[in-house]
T-cell receptor, first 112, second 116 residues
Framework: DTEVTQTPKHLVMGMTNKKSLKCEQHMGHRAMYWYKQKAKKPPELMFVYSYEKLSINESVPSRFSPECPNSSLLNLHLHALQPEDSALYLC???????????FGPGTRLTVT | AQKVTQAQTEISVVEKEDVTLDCVYETRDTTYYLFWYKQPPSGELVFLIRRNSFDEQNEISGRYSWNFQKSTSSFNFTITASQVVDSAVYFCALSEGSNSGYALNFGKGTSLLVTP
């Protein structure tokens, strides 16, 4: 089983809203990732969690706040987003860093 | 600087044709990993293959094959007898310890359209 689940599938939020994206995997993977993907572009790395600790933050604005409550869950808290933050947000996990990453279906976010 | 170059932006073929997607990478690490992912219109990225820098053996999996050549820093992907279901964007990616701890660095992708 190589399934990574993400909720919600779609999200529309206003610039003053607070929302959260959720990601879950049950493969025992110790690395989890958030990527942002704009239309017709490759995914861009946002955050890396390794063994439940934030190890990489690719200079992401503070309006994006990641959280790893346990080894299976990864959240992305959103607050005061801008319309240019509208994108597909992808979660991935891997056995460890350097191993193949398995991606969830993504959350398509629209900020109005 | 672009570390992974996929020079072909879009390719269109007729079903049953063979097609090769090119990938050229750049790294100074001796240990690194190369990947191919498929992203169909549904949006989910599907893992296809991972190779480490010490294993230059080519690989075949059904209609898919990969040619890894360190001498030319290339990791090309060939689909034999293409099918309509192969239509997708294909990303080549590089993972290096010196770059964000083995995070995936994607090329810009090649959009493949297979028509009946």
């Amino acid at each position: 089983d190589t399934e990574v689940t993400q909720t919600p599938k779609h999200l529309v939020m206003g610039m003053t809203n607070k929302k959260s994206l959720k990601c879950e995997q049950h493969m025992g993977h110790r690395a989890m990732y958030w990527y942002k993907q704009k239309a017709k572009k490759p995914p861009e790395l946002m955050f890396v969690y390794s063994y439940e600790k934030l190890s990489i933050n690719e200079s992401v604005p503070s309006r994006f706040s990641p959280e790893c409550p346990n080894s299976s869950l990864l959240n992305l808290h959103l607050h005061a987003l801008q319309p240019e933050d509208s994108a597909l947000y992808l979660c991935a996990s891997s056995q460890d860093r350097g191993h193949e990453q398995y991606f969830g279906p993504g959350t398509r976010l629209t900020v109005t | 600087a672009q570390k992974v170059t996929q020079a072909q932006t879009e390719i269109s073929v007729v079903e049953k044709e063979d097609v090769t997607l090119d990938c050229v990478y750049e790294t100074r690490d001796t240990t690194y990993y190369l990947f191919w992912y498929k992203q169909p219109p549904s949006g989910e990225l599907v893992f296809l293959i991972r190779r480490n820098s010490f294993d230059e053996q080519n690989e075949i999996s059904g209609r898919y094959s990969w040619n890894f050549q360190k001498s030319t820093s290339s990791f090309n992907f060939t689909i034999t007898a293409s099918q309509v279901v192969d239509s997708a964007v294909y990303f080549c990616a590089l993972s290096e310890g010196s770059n964000s701890g083995y995070a995936l660095n994607f090329g810009k992708g090649t959009s493949l359209l297979v028509t009946p």
